[in-house]
């Protein structure tokens, strides 16, 4: 990591009201349980203390990562050699009024989709499983059941690399199948303008509950992974069908590298099986991938996204 003096940890310190945490072991806050050590983390509680953090190192020409929950990360063995700027729970105010949600990054989806149930708002249950912060839902326009988060966005709050806030209404955000400019142009989501309909509240948790009990039955939820590792891109899927399928086929399920394993439950799974290392999931990845292009033509886009020691983020399957 570039040179960070006691003086400097103590300006960033003045700055940061969160967390300011050194040595920080990667594999226990990433929720595929893998990766080395982190020299620093920042947990900022504010969308100006996020511009501050930003706008600090943007002066001293010093490069660092943001993440949210790493429900979609896959780290280095090798750790992480810049600060990172982690958005979690000290950033995560939510308020509504008349259907509209404003709604800071560091909001826990899963807890995004009960209090708009609670609150007799509809469209948002397609939410309730899925691990992660608003800002990765964002960057990514996840969702599931062919549904996305786009389509209830009004606004988007972000911090460029400059340390300058922007503002994009839902036209400007470049909404796509699993995309949206925030993978593209290094800015931070910060805060989220959203609107749901009303519903009724009953429906509402019994839709909710069904979604939860298709994953159960569905999906390995009790062993660390990434969730899908690939996307489910619409020209396979029309061809062979989704990847987990694909792969399935291929005879994957229960394929072992070191501590990481194909799911038996869901071969679009990778998942942890104890002590795993980075290396062992691309490992996987690349067999897959390469077995699938063989049969289909079709190469595998990764919906995992590796982090690499000097804090850029790739998807994972540009580095297998």
């Known amino acids: 990591m570039d040179c960070i003096s006691e003086n400097d940890m103590d300006m960033l310190r003045d700055i940061c009201s969160g967390e300011v945490l050194q040595g920080v ?18 947990r900022p509680s ?32 090798e750790g992480l050699h810049v600060p990172c700027i982690q958005i979690g729970a000290v950033m995560s105010k939510l308020s509504i009024e008349h259907g509209e949600v404003f709604a800071d990054a560091g ?17 948002g249950e397609h939410l309730c499983g899925i691990p992660g912060t608003l800002g990765g839902l964002i960057c990514m ?14 606004s988007v709050e972000s911090v460029d690399s400059r340390g300058s806030i922007v503002e994009r209404d839902a036209k400007e955000c470049g909404f796509g199948y699993r995309s949206s400019i925030y993978q593209m142009n290094d800015e931070i989501v910060t805060a989220v303008r959203m609107r749901f309909l009303p519903g009724v509240c009953s429906a509402i948790r019994i839709e909710m509950l069904k979604d939860l009990e298709n994953r159960r039955r569905k999906f390995p939820l009790k062993e660390p992974s990434c969730g899908s590792v690939f996307k489910s891109s619409p020209g396979i899927y029309a061809d062979f069908g989704p990847p987990g399928a694909v792969i399935e086929r291929l005879g994957f399920k229960g394929m072992r590298v070191g501590g990481a394993m194909v799911s038996p439950k869901h071969a679009n799974f990778i998942v942890n099986t104890g002590r795993a290392k980075a290396a062992d999931v691309l490992e996987i990845m690349k067999s897959i991938r390469d077995a699938v292009y ?24 540009s580095v297998l």
């Not at 929720?31 to 920042?42: D, K, Q, S, T, Y």
């Not at 690499?308 to 994972?316: E, F, I, R, S």
């Open 141 to 154: 326009n996840g969702g599931s059941n062919s549904r996305s988060i786009g389509g209830n966005v009004i």
């Open 46 to 77: 504010s969308t100006a203390e996020v511009a501050a953090l930003r706008r600090w190192f943007y002066q001293r020409g010093m490069a660092h990562l943001v993440i949210g929950k790493t429900t979609n990360v896959l780290f280095a063995d």
């Open 25 to 42: 072991d990667l594999s226990r806050i990433s929720h595929w349980r893998i990766g080395g050590r982190a020299e620093l983390v920042l």
């Open 107 to 123: 909001v826990w989806v899963p807890g995004l989709s009960r209090t708009l149930m609670l609150n007799g708002l509809t469209g």
């Open 294 to 317: 063989a049969q289909t033509g079709y190469l595998l886009e990764a919906e995992a996204r590796y982090v690499t020691p000097g804090g850029k983020v790739l998807p994972a399957s």
